[in-house]
């Protein structure tokens, strides 16, 4: 069982940045694949972003201004959003699954509880 705790997250305005963190109750820097979602007002749920150990993988849409980054002393997943848009808002979940197909399915074993972005032009 891994329970995920988010923080971070809230209100910015158009480019500006914010941070998202989720603590992992147990070890998960070499066992398991993380990810963040997210899911905006009327829209279907994307994948934002995947770690596993040093390899990341991005969506178009956040490329070159998100960055996901893990701290394995700590177990805390990061997602730092720069450069922010309006259309990044949405409510921001992190993710954790043993099998990265899964998450790419959207379709992970844990989730945490979701925090909202919102970016105002």
């Known amino acids: 069982q891994v329970n995920l705790l988010q923080s971070g997250g809230g209100s910015a305005q158009a480019g500006g940045s914010l941070r998202l963190s989720c603590v992992a109750s147990?070890?998960?820097?070499?066992?398991?694949?993380m990810s963040w979602f997210r899911q905006g007002p009327g829209k279907a749920r994307e994948l934002v972003a995947t770690i596993r150990t040093d390899s990341t993988y991005y969506d178009d849409s956040v490329a070159n201004r998100f960055t996901i980054s893990q701290d394995e002393d700590t177990n805390t997943l990061y997602l730092q959003m720069n450069s922010l848009k309006p259309e990044d808002t949405a409510m921001y979940y992190c993710?954790?699954?043993?099998?990265?197909?899964?998450?790419?399915?959207?379709?992970?074993?844990?989730w945490g509880q979701g925090t909202q972005v919102t970016v105002s032009s």
């Open positions: 993710a954790a699954d043993v099998r990265r197909e899964r998450l790419r399915a959207g379709n992970p074993q844990y």
């Open positions: 147990r070890y998960t820097y070499r066992d398991y694949c």
